[in-house]
């Protein structure tokens, strides 16, 4: 059973860096350690599924996007080195792909960041896509951003990563980071689309979306390798709905995430793609209501789940 407790935790101040076409980067820290940290476990975030998909609207993006990085929680003075490059024909939909590298200078593992494009303008509901292509570490996790925004604290942010504790793959996390803390409000496992055990995952490449729309946030997963097309966002097989505090619905970027890479490690990422919705109000309600409907059904399965469990008697 994948780790559900809600737990804290608070690390050092944000970085952000911009990344120019091939991967020039500029970038600074604010707060970060002047001592490089030292090796680590990875460190758990705090832990605790669609209508009708929403038009999309694509912006032309330039032939060199600019990619804006910001560390939800940096390690000492570690980094993540970013190349990016257009996705290779016959796809003309403006996705680009991306290479994130932790340099050998890197010591610990608990650095994870958020990147988006700099190319258009903050939205309240929108939809980020990322194929995961390779990655190398037993610990690399990948997911997509949402609502991506400055805040006091450092980036605030809404995240679907793949779950890495206990190796168990097969699950996706929902977080809220406001600087260096994260909650976690969302767990789920696809038995279907990622196997019932850690030992049955499907083979990469993995395509990932998720979309937020009004107070309502819904994703998607499966393997490209196993599945001609793109599933539903109403099938259940393949991902979930989560709904949002009344807080979390603000304008921001959607872009995409990476965490706990080790010195040397990379993730490949293919067919970036993020960009706002125009959602109708009647859509807007529909998310809302199947969020909700989602949460009670998972809330009801979590309390049958503790009653049929054997009670445990202490040694006599």
């Known amino acids: 059973m994948l780790w559900s407790a809600r737990h804290a935790l608070r690390v050092g101040g944000a970085a952000l860096s911009v990344v120019v076409g091939a991967g020039f980067a500029l970038g600074w820290a604010a707060g970060a350690s002047e001592s490089p940290a030292r090796p680590a476990a990875p460190v758990p975030a705090r832990s605790a599924p669609g209508p009708a998909s929403p038009a999309r609207s694509v ?29 290779p024909a016959p796809r003309s939909d403006g996705a680009t792909d991306l290479v994130v590298t932790a340099p050998s200078s890197n010591l610990g593992v608990n650095l994870r960041s958020v990147g988006w494009f700099d190319d258009g303008t903050p939205a309240v509901d929108a939809e980020s896509c990322v194929t995961w292509s390779e990655f190398s570490g037993p610990i690399a996790q990948a997911g997509v951003a949402l609502r991506v925004r400055s805040a006091p604290g450092g980036a605030q942010a809404i995240t679907v990563t793949n779950n890495i504790m206990w190796g168990a793959r097969n699950g996706w996390n929902v977080h809220l980071w406001s600087g260096s803390q994260g909650d976690l409000i969302g767990q789920i496992v696809l038995t279907h689309s990622f196997g019932p055990t850690v030992y049955q995952t499907p083979p990469l490449p993995w395509r990932l979306c998720a979309r937020v729309v009004g107070p309502a946030l819904q994703f998607k997963a499966w393997s490209l390798a196993l599945e001609d097309g793109e599933p539903e966002w109403t099938d259940p097989g393949y991902g979930a709905s989560f709904a949002l505090p009344a807080e979390w619905v603000y304008s921001g970027r959607a872009g995409w995430y990476v965490g706990h890479l080790v010195r040397g490690d990379q993730a490949g990422y293919r067919s970036l793609q993020a960009e706002p919705l125009d959602a109708p109000v009647g859509e807007r309600a529909s998310s809302s209501s ?26 006599a």
Do not use: I
């Open 290 to 315: 199947q969020a909700s409907a989602q949460e009670v059904m998972r809330s009801v399965a979590a309390s049958l789940e503790q009653a049929l469990r054997p009670a445990v008697t202490a040694p």
């Open 59 to 87: 912006a032309a993006r330039p032939a060199t996007p600019r990619l804006v990085t910001a560390d939800l929680t940096p390690d000492g003075a570690d980094r993540y080195e970013y190349a990016l490059r257009p996705t």
